[in-house]
């Protein structure tokens, strides 16, 4: 018997800006397509209707304007290693860097505070795109008195040679997770994001502790640089994303693009974009190589009439993705874990639209 071959897809969330989101991501789900299936943090694979067409679906599953003019970037030591930078610094002997510059990225009409954090390293917690850093904020664990905070982890958002393409910077995308009460509908000062918080209101040289980087999931491949690249991503679950389109198309480095980068980004409404100028300037420069879709749930309609969310323009263009990923594309997911589970109904179904069957099993 013909062996097919099944397609592994492996989706990270890994962005935690509060307590939720780090509970939310030790949770472990299998989820299979075909008769295979495949655990992760969050992961399902994908078997091809007709084996012999199946090539592998490739999964990694958390501001300055381009130019199509690439930029020099240093130290070019940073594209030898083989293998990315582990946990270099750990909770208990973190690193001590420093804040660059904190810069609101949200409109007056979102909901919600987004910010552009840098903070200098140095040079010393080198890291690639699609790893996340975790940071300590100061003060003591409530929960374990005379200890420090637990580590919040917070997805990178420029390439490693950082905004100011020498090595030693990095940049994170924060929103300050703040909470109303629900009697009076007022801020509770008491419940506010304690790591987020403290981010969104550091000023140039405050001293921030750091550990990491960490991840391996998320890295970017770079073994083909034909290769085709869709990412979908859900508010600050962009942060990647923005790295790896400036390795891709903004700055001079070894890694030579010339495959299509595909971004859907869901966000509540114009205000609440993200790194928008930016992603323009790329559509306009590559306009053959880049794609850029919004779903801004507030300003939107679906087809149905519904909110505009990630999945229905997923849905929306379902033939063009899964026939780029039939000819072996790769898709990243990244954001809120909330925002899985619609996803994978509408993948269930466009599948059996196509005449596949799909089988998910959640494991808690």
């Not at 409530?142 to 040679?161: D, E, Q, T, W």
């Not at 010339?258 to 559509?283: H, I, P, R």
């Not at 999945?311 to 929306?316: G, L, M, S, T, V």
Request: with cysteine; charged share 25%.
């Amino acid at each position: 018997m013909a062996q097919s071959t099944v397609s592994q897809v492996s989706v990270a969330v890994p962005v935690g800006n509060d307590i939720s989101l780090r509970r939310s991501v030790t949770k472990r789900d299998i989820i299979s397509f075909g008769n295979k299936s495949w655990a992760s943090t969050l992961s399902f694979d994908l078997k091809s209707r007709n084996a012999q067409k199946n090539k592998p679906y490739i999964v990694c599953m958390s501001v300055q304007q381009a130019s199509k003019s690439k930029i020099a970037v240093s130290p070019l030591e940073l594209e030898i290693a083989k293998e990315p930078p582990l946990n270099t610094f750990k909770p208990k002997e973190p690193y001590t860097a420093t804040i660059v510059s904190v810069e609101r990225l949200v409109g007056p009409k979102a909901p919600g505070e987004t910010c552009h954090i840098v903070i200098d390293h140095g040079g010393n917690v080198p890291y690639w795109e699609g790893q996340s850093y975790g940071v300590i904020p100061p003060g003591e664990n409530p929960k374990k008195p005379g200890s420090p905070h637990n580590v919040r982890l917070y997805s990178i958002a420029s390439s490693r040679y950082g905004d100011s393409f020498d090595g030693k910077t990095t940049s994170l995308c924060v929103r300050r997770a703040v909470y109303y009460n629900p009697e009076t509908g007022k801020e509770d000062p008491l419940k506010s994001g304690v790591c987020s918080n403290f981010l969104c209101n550091c000023k140039p040289g405050d001293k921030v502790q750091i550990t990491g980087p960490s991840g391996k999931i998320m890295l970017l491949p770079e073994g083909n640089p034909k290769a085709n690249h869709i990412m979908i991503a859900t508010g600050t679950g962009v942060a990647p994303f923005r790295s790896y389109l400036r390795r891709m198309f903004m700055e001079d480095v070894t890694f030579k693009f010339k495959g299509l980068a595909w971004l859907f980004l869901g966000v509540a409404n114009k205000d609440s974009l993200l790194y928008d100028d930016e992603f323009t300037k790329y559509l306009e420069d590559y306009p053959d190589q880049f794609r850029y879709d919004l779903a801004l749930s507030r300003e939107q309609k679906n087809k149905s009439g519904g909110k505009m969310y990630v999945q229905d323009k997923i849905e929306e263009y379902s033939d063009e993705i899964f026939k780029l990923l039939d000819d072996g594309a790769h898709i990243y997911f990244c954001g809120l874990r909330g925002m899985m589970p619609g996803i994978q109904e509408t993948l269930k179904r466009v599948a059996e639209q196509r005449g596949e069957n799909w089988d998910e099993n959640s494991v808690p």
